[in-house]
């Protein structure tokens, strides 16, 4: 199966304007001159650094641009490196670079990495592994990766060559609706003198004593008046 896919995210295009920073246990060089390129061999934990580019393998060959050589714009590029090539032997290769317009972070493991300096492409070779950050995983023999266009390309027709991916979904903004909040009960006015849970009895006015009827005396019955 063929697999080719080009990201919206590319390499940090500063990276190509930085030096390029390469430590080893070992290593072997032999000078170019005009007509032939320099060549460096190196061996054991080596580290490759490039701006935001890093890389490391337990062997690596880089090749030198010949000492009169040009690019298409006839710019002079003598002396420069051209193209490296890592090697897994204890571990898998490894490279990453970070991305332009927060593209995130992109890695690649293999048994064997070739990355061209001219080009910008990356070919990966054996058990290969690219993680995109953000964006997915992709599983296969071999796969092209170009770090000026983002573009990645694998597999073939071959059942051997059989290419899986892990694409990730965009994150969805949170929409639910906040909790609904409580109503607010106010509790009811109360008498501070008056103890909680007791009802206050309205005060009556006493009945007044009724006063008792005059009964007038008594006639005399003999007419005369009462000494």
């Given amino acids: 199966m063929l697999f080719a896919a080009a990201s919206s995210a590319s390499a940090l295009s500063t990276d190509r ?91 690649a493991d293999a048994d064997k990495i070739d990355y061209n300096a001219d080009t910008s492409v990356a070919d990966l070779t054996g058990n290969v592994t690219v993680v995109q950050e953000g964006r997915g995983t992709f599983h ?6 170009n770090t000026n266009t ?11 060559n059989r290419v899986h991916m892990v694409i990730l979904p965009k994150k969805k903004p949170d929409t639910a609706a906040p909790a609904a909040k409580p109503a607010v009960t106010t509790p009811a006015k109360t008498d501070p003198a008056q103890p909680v849970g007791k009802t206050k009895k309205k005060k009556t006015q006493p009945t007044p004593a009724a006063t008792p009827a005059t009964t007038p005396a008594p006639a005399n019955p003999s007419g005369g008046s009462q000494p």
Avoid: C, W
């Fill in 17 to 107: 304007n930085e030096n390029m920073n390469v430590e080893s246990d070992y290593s072997k060089v032999q000078q170019g001159s005009d007509d032939k390129p320099g060549m460096s061999f190196l061996q054991g934990n080596v580290q490759v650094v490039q701006g935001s580019m890093k890389a490391h393998g337990d062997e690596a060959t880089i090749y030198e641009h010949a000492s009169n050589a040009k690019d298409a714009q006839g710019n002079d590029i003598s002396g420069g490196i051209q193209r490296v090539i890592l090697i897994g032997k204890k571990a898998q290769a490894h490279m990453q670079q970070t991305q332009d317009n927060d593209g995130g972070l992109i890695t």
């Fill in 140 to 145: 296969g023999t071999h796969m092209t990766y």
């Fill in 150 to 160: 983002g573009e990645m390309q694998s597999g073939d027709n071959t059942p051997a």
